[in-house]
């Protein structure tokens, strides 16, 4: 069905220059929170004795990630609105999982920080291990896990709104498919995978970044909504 928007101009220039910047700002922390990220065993005692080997690492990478999800959410409210006159239910259900998920990982992100902290007492790791383990297995964390979760749903479906909108750097959805399943099943599989995950991500975004800075406006283009 052919229609306008009625209301806000979703793709009003300074709109898409804060998406594009929140867009950017994301993939480039999550670049280098991966990358600088300490490898961690199994144990959560373990987590501790990584941490304390490469404390520099371990710090920064904690920082990047704790600041690149607020990045995230607005990013995925910008990309929503950007995106809706081409696919409502896909974008505004994505930008709305994505704001979820970007703050509710903040939640067991914050983790890291206690974690720096306890990486200064090795004297008490394995009673440290131990309630790290029992936060995880909290009935009190399922709620943000789970919310935390929707980051996955979000760039699936957001990406997929931007691929069926047919606006420019279209291969920019499909790249970040590839990152979902690199990023949360190949590095569980593979050591290559995490290097790999990075790349794509930041490669993934930079072309939502490019496609935002070149996109006209939904009447120059003739917008169609959709529903999907």
Known sequence: MRG???????????????TAIALALFALLSFGFILLAPELPDDRAGWLTSFAAAPGRAAA??????WSQPAFAVASVGLALWLRPYSRRLAMTGGTLGVLSGFMHLVPGSWGLTQLVMADDPGRYEIYGQLLDAMEQSPHMIPYFLAGLGMVPAIILLGAAHFRSRLPMRWAGPVLWAWVV???????LFTWAMPLSAM?????????????????????????????
């Not at 990478?61 to 704790?66: E, G, Q």
């Not at 490669?203 to 070149?214: I, M, R």
């Not at 283009?221 to 529903?227: F, G």
């Open 4 to 18: 306008s928007i009625v209301g806000m101009d979703t793709t009003h220039p300074p709109l898409r220059r804060l």
């Open 61 to 66: 990478s904690t920082h990047l990630f704790l």
């Open 182 to 188: 690199v990023e949360f099943v190949g590095t569980a």
């Open 200 to 228: 794509l991500l930041l490669l993934g975004c930079a072309g939502l970044v490019a496609g935002l800075v070149q996109a006209d406006s939904p009447s120059s283009q003739d917008a169609e909504l959709v529903s999907a």
